[in-house]
C-alpha cells in the first residue's frame, strides 16, 4: 500500500491503516466507536481522543501517532487520566492503545494504585493482526 499512498502523516495512518483495523474489531464486537471525541475535565486536562470505543461493560481509547510511539505513549496516559477523571469512567482498570497503524502498544491505567503500566510488547500489522484483535476484543467483552 504504501508504494501508492504517502504515510508520512497522522491523517494518513489514521484512514489507511488503523481505521480498517478497528472496522475488522466492529465486525466482532459491534462497538460504538467516537473519532475525535472531545473531553474536558478542566482547563489543564482536556483535548481530543482519537478513537473512544465503548462497549456496555468497556471501553479502550486509542492514540494514533506518526512516528514516536513514546510521545504517543505519554499523551495516552494523559488521556487515560482525564477519562478516570470523567463522570462516566467508574472502572479500576482504564485500557488504551498507542497505534502508528502497523504497530500497536497498550497501556492500562490502575485506577486504585494510580500508576499507568506500558505493556511490553509490541503488535505489528498485518504480522500480528489476529493477536491483535483478540486482544481488543478480550478488553471490550471483559
Request: glycine share 4%.
Amino acid at each position: 500500500m504504501s508504494t501508492y499512498v504517502s504515510l508520512t502523516s497522522e491523517m494518513a495512518r489514521r484512514e489507511f491503516l488503523i481505521t480498517p483495523v478497528l472496522m475488522e474489531l466492529i465486525h466482532y464486537t459491534q462497538v460504538k466507536i467516537k473519532v475525535g471525541y472531545s473531553l474536558k475535565i478542566n482547563e489543564q486536562l482536556k483535548g481530543e481522543l482519537d478513537y473512544f470505543l465503548q462497549t456496555k461493560t468497556q471501553f479502550l481509547v486509542i492514540e494514533a501517532k506518526n512516528a514516536d510511539l513514546q510521545r504517543g505513549f505519554t499523551q495516552l496516559a494523559v488521556e487515560l487520566i482525564a477519562v478516570e477523571k470523567a463522570e462516566f469512567a467508574n472502572y479500576s482498570l482504564l485500557y488504551g492503545a498507542v497505534s502508528m497503524g502497523n504497530i500497536w502498544q497498550f497501556a492500562v491505567l490502575d485506577t486504585q494504585q494510580k500508576r499507568v503500566i506500558q505493556d511490553t510488547n509490541i503488535y505489528r500489522v498485518p504480522a500480528d493482526l489476529t493477536e491483535l484483535l483478540q486482544i481488543m476484543v478480550g478488553i471490550l467483552e471483559g
